[in-house]
């Protein structure tokens, strides 16, 4: 019984992020921890995906994102079900 609880207490405790990672992501507007939740992509990752959206305008597809120095295609597949890019926030 005691196992149950603790395996019931750590399904709930996993599920926010899962919700998260459930919904669409969108590289245009979405923040650093936001970006952070998407499959290999860390702080560092993520604060590049931020400055390149910065520099550039914003990303008119989301294959773009291997444009940044360490993200290849592989990354990009990995997240593709959940990643989106819209209208660039002004």
Excluded: C, W
């Amino acid at each position: 019984m005691h196992i149950l609880r603790k395996l019931i207490i750590l399904i709930f405790l996993g599920m926010p992020m899962t919700l998260l990672a459930a919904g669409e992501v969108d590289i245009n507007t979405a923040d650093k921890e936001t970006l952070m939740t998407l499959s290999g992509v860390g702080e560092s990752f993520a604060q590049k995906i931020i400055t390149y959206r910065e520099r550039n305008g914003g990303f008119k597809t989301v294959q773009e994102l291997t444009n940044i120095r360490g993200i290849g295609p592989g990354l990009v597949e990995k997240n593709r079900d959940i990643l989106t890019a819209g209208k660039p926030a002004e």
